[in-house]
């Protein structure tokens, strides 16, 4: 079946620091891919999504990209804030499958000043 | 335009009672689904209604766990009886249509069960 691993957390970085929140994932045929982001207090959001390989999705200065070849769709950004510490979430909802989302465990990250 | 709302927003009960969570998704979105997170591990598809119906069930854990959407509009989640299991966090969700659209999440529902 399909599954989606992401990187163990918590992770704890200072303010302007480099992000990388690795997710990798199991599925047949082309799946889209997903990040989604908890705040505390709130529901999930879409931060960013790609629809087949080589798709790069971006919003709010993150950026991944769909590897095929790699089975794997990590998160980036290149200079955090305080405001980005929330619960990352990667997904993926399988071609055909109807419109449910499998998800990874998600990733807390804390960003100090 | 008001986002996909829960309630309650948390819920202790002790093993054997019964609890009943509601979601009353953005209005006019046809599709509902519930997800559950348990004790920090990912989040897990439980099903999806389009309007009244049931699209996918598929991930309904057992018996005791019982949807409904009367009407096609707010849906119902009820546990009866809990376990201790069962605690966790039980998201929903809504979308307009199928394929690829976009599903709007509720804050969740934290349950509790002692």
């Known amino acids: 079946g399909n599954s989606v691993t992401q990187m163990e957390g918590p992770v704890t970085l200072s303010e302007e620091a480099f992000l990388t929140i690795n997710c990798t994932y199991t599925?047949?045929?082309?799946?889209?891919l997903f990040w989604y982001v908890q705040y505390p207090g709130e529901g999930l959001q879409l931060l960013l999504k790609a629809t087949k390989a080589d798709d790069k999705g971006s919003n709010k200065g993150f950026e991944a990209t769909y590897r095929k070849e790699t089975t794997s769709f990590h998160l980036e950004k290149g200079s955090v804030q305080v405001s980005d510490s929330a619960v990352y979430f990667c997904?993926?909802?399988?071609?055909?499958?109807?419109?449910?989302?499998?998800f990874g465990t998600g990733t807390q990250l804390k960003v100090e000043l | 335009e008001a986002g996909v709302t829960q309630f309650p927003s948390h819920s202790v009960i002790e093993k054997g009672q019964t609890v009943t969570l509601r979601c009353d998704p953005i209005?006019?979105?046809?599709?509902l689904y519930w997800y559950r997170r348990v004790m920090g591990k990912e989040i897990k598809f439980l099903l999806h209604?389009?309007?009244?119906?049931?699209?996918?069930e598929s991930g309904m854990p057992n018996n005791r766990f019982l949807a409904e959407r009367t009407g096609g509009t707010y849906s119902t989640l009820k546990v009866q009886p809990a376990e201790l299991e069962d605690s966790g966090v039980y998201f929903c969700?809504?979308?307009?249509?199928?394929?690829?659209?976009?599903?709007?999440f509720g804050p969740g529902t934290r349950l509790t069960v002692l």
């Open positions: 209604f389009v309007k009244e119906s049931k699209q996918d």
């Open positions: 599925a047949t045929g082309y799946p889209s």
């Open positions: 997904a993926l909802r399988q071609t055909g499958g109807g419109n449910k989302l499998t």
């Open positions: 209005s006019g979105h046809d599709n």
């Open positions: 969700a809504s979308s307009l249509r199928q394929g690829f659209d976009e599903q709007f």
